[in-house]
């Protein structure tokens, strides 16, 4: 089992909908990442967080808008996807930003947008 | 810009065939590098990683790795491979300057039957 926990797994939303995906560690991991992964492709990363505060955003469109509300939980909200949006979607922590360290991933949450 | 290639997408292999997972990577700068792996359903779990010293490592499950620093590659290898093996394979690595930023390839898909 994983020690980064993402939820929901599945998560089925309209294009108009607002929705929120949910990670969270308990590792006192201060670095913080989500990715998109399409099928078939590798991951490929959106925000990085470190000591909470967002550290690289890779040109995420704004209808992705992460939140790190405290060390141990991330959460990215969605707001009118596309289509193409549908991914699965993984968190990934390590102990802190800038480090050798490796990121250690959760589960995922795989998202259908109709 | 970073890039890293896996050239092996689909590789059948019987148990007990040695195995050999091609990685190269494009990055004139001091990498890391690692080897993740997926099994079916499950997250991505780190199987071994290069940060300095002696080229060749050794991770989890038997398996290893040689970093070819003159070739750029950082090739897996299992002398015998299972069942339990089959999996999606990625490479990757990260600049030492910007670790937080870690480019996969795009991944090889390893299917072992009895």
């Known amino acids: 089992d994983t020690e980064v926990t993402q939820t929901p797994k599945h998560l089925v939303m309209g294009m108009t909908n607002k929705k929120s995906l949910k990670c969270e560690q308990h590792?006192?991991?201060?670095?913080m990442y989500w990715y998109k992964q399409k099928a078939k492709k590798p991951p490929e990363l959106m925000f990085v967080y470190s000591y909470e505060k967002l550290s690289i955003n890779e040109s995420v469109p704004s209808r992705f808008s992460p939140e790190c509300p405290n060390s141990s939980l991330l959460n990215l909200h969605l707001h009118a996807l596309q289509p193409e949006d549908s991914a699965l979607y993984l968190c990934?922590?390590?102990?802190?930003?800038?480090?050798?360290?490796?990121?250690?991933f959760g589960d995922g949450t795989r998202l259908s947008i109709l | 810009a970073q890039s890293v290639s896996q050239h092996n997408h689909h590789v059948i292999l019987s148990e007990a065939a040695s195995l050999e997972l091609g990685c190269n990577y494009s990055y004139g700068g001091t990498v890391n590098l690692f080897w993740y792996v997926q099994y079916p359903g499950q997250h991505l779990q780190l199987l071994l990683k290069?940060?300095?010293?002696?080229?060749l490592v050794k991770g989890i499950k038997g398996f290893e790795a040689e970093f070819i620093k003159s070739k750029f590659s950082f090739n897996l290898r299992k002398p015998s491979v299972q069942w339990s093996d089959t999996a999606e394979y990625f490479c990757a690595v990260n600049a030492l300057w910007n670790t937080d930023k870690l480019i996969f390839g795009t991944g090889t898909r390893l299917q072992v039957f009895p």
């Open positions: 590792m006192g991991h201060r670095a």
């Open positions: 290069y940060f300095s010293g002696d080229p």
């Open positions: 990934a922590s390590t102990l802190k930003a800038g480090s050798n360290q490796p990121q250690h």
